[in-house]
């Protein structure tokens, strides 16, 4: 028995031991380098590209959904963080603690990727240093089917129904039509109510003095809220959000067959339309383009190999990555390299062999950054639970919007 | 005749003494102090300060405390997790009993498969059941609203009101929970003697004389059991919301949990419905911790009463 308690007691204190080192973070060595990203922001194949570019490095890609808890926790320590970070749309959060991550300019960053420029800024803390670099991008379309328009009366034609329906008067008549025979051509008043900020390049804030100026209470949003709002009231919209069960449904029952919002969104539209589908098309958005950016890729400065996170991070926004991740993920490229490729150019059955690739290369190549600022996403937020109380709630939208705008017309960039 | 002199040895203490038994238990402890008296002192200190998690903490004294009652928000996430609680929680509770009497009932064919099936919801992942019932009650393509509207009701705006928002949430915490609660209430009536039911089957007693003289007060143990670990689980309430209003708070903020709010402030997630500040989330932490307290103390009294009793 005593020689039992004996052994216990050794396993025990050999096991605390190595746990407890085990926490204290384990150090990487020379040749190992780790990326965390969120599962659907880089490609499948990611791995194996990584490999053939990088042969001298054991590199491990960590697919985190909790990526910002996990980098926030580690950044307020200055440990356990990966070499490399593939961010969000909520890069700007990260440019307060902008010395814990690597400038790219720094690192021999030239732009020989072709990355579109107006992308670029928006990866740049308040000094200029080159932060993040764009894994993907987010140029709008307006999604619709080719049959029901065409049974609305409507060109079933890209090119000629985006003629057709070219300004937000329009979208709104065509709304209106839909409706009147039993279908829907707006997802999210929300969607509606980005589009139009992102057509004026407008994300609340202002930087013409470098630093974030809150703007919120500007006309773009009241315009933008307003006529959103408007299709509630008319009854327009599905009040279905992108990415909920309830949205996939809208669009499996033949409900919503129109809608706006940002390319990436073709990820959830394949599998709610189902993939052999032949009846969806895309074109340019009514009232003009519009481009939101997506991703970035960052390099952490606490890496024991500093030049080369730098360059996995460049390598992950390089055309090759980003063709992979396209093809794999359906993420859209920033790099203006890609948009003549043959390969992504040669037309997708789902859109009934149109080049939708080619489209939202047209809209990425001509659009102006909306930039974002830190306390963006808190905005846009509330933006979102106002416009979602007037459709659950039937609040009055006048008021809605004034309580929206004194809520957060003090938040900071 | 010898005599031995033995030398008295000097007591030696007794973690001395039981080195290796003090050695065996010390890994919960040293993981307790680790990641429980550590975080716990750590939240006091965080919660006198204001800090987004990035940059500089500032110091705010008890105003964090100050904001649970002030800002409105807390009060409003207390109001419907209790709200919540009282919908589902209780009537899990009283479900899983009366469907675990039912089920103990040796007559009952297939037994084994009723168990079974009743318990298969609680090894669901959360996530899983509620975006189910996000399907099933979408006002417009749920079919939970098209079998209304078939029976002459018309439709029910389940995710777009206040009310029908608390009562889906509740019964996804009736359908994930009723099986582990059965399974414990079932493991609470094998331990009653069968005789005492033959018995008072002799004296002529019906189901119900034997389920309120024989069974409550013999499972009262099983039955305070499940109501404080169901009620400290119930007032955690965080998934089920957060996943049904798709990372939103739901009309009126009727899917706000305490726990919800907490999570919010901690900044998690990468569109942030509000500024993150660890400092609240410290501070409602801490409410959280006072509310199950009183619970408990509560649950505590009330056991000491049916003991007396």
Redesign the interface.
Known sequence: MRKM??I??VV??V??ASS?AA?SGGGSNENELTIWARPASVGSNVEELLAEEFPDYDITVSRIN?I??NL?SG??TNSNLPDVAII???LP??F??ADQFLDMNEHGFTNEQEIVEWTLPAGQDAEGHQIGLPTDIGPWGFFYRADKVEELGYPSDPDEFAAEVSTLEDYEEFAQAASDAGYLACDSPFSYYRLQLAQNHYMYFDFSDGEPKNILDSPITEEAFMSSAGLIEDDLC????P????W???VA?D?LIAFVGPGYEEGILKPAAGEDSDVWRVAQTPGGTASLTGSYSTALATSENPDAAAEVAMFLASPEAMKAAYTEQGLFPGTAALYDDEDLRAGDPFYGGQDAFGVFAEIAENAELARAAA?G??I???A??AL??I???GLDPESTFQDFIEANSD?EG | MQTTTERPRAKRPAIVKHWREYLSISPFFILFLCFGIVPLIYAIQLSTVSWNGLGEQEFVGLDQFKRLFTEGEFVRALGNTVLIFVLGQIPVILGALVGAVLLSNRRLVGRGIYQTLFFLPQVTSIVAIAVIFQSLFSRDYGIVNRLLEFVGIGAVPWLNSPWGVRIVIALMIIWHSLGYFMVIFLAGLSGIAPELYEAAEIDGAGPMRRFWSITVPLLRPTIVFVAITGSIGGLQLFTQPQVLLSGGTGPADSGLTMMYLQVMYLGTGSSASVEPDLGYAAAIGWAIFFVLIVLAALNSRFLKLNREN
């Not at chain 1, 599905?238 to 959000?241: G, S, T």
């Open positions: 308690i004996k216990s007691a025990t204190g096991v605390m407890l926490c909790t910002d808890d926030r950044l307020r969000g749309g909520n959060e990260y307060e603690v599905a009040n279905v959000e990415y909920s069960a309830e996939n449904s809208a029952q409900s306390g996403s808190v846009e937020s509330e979102r639970t979602q109380e459709a659950d709630r938040v």
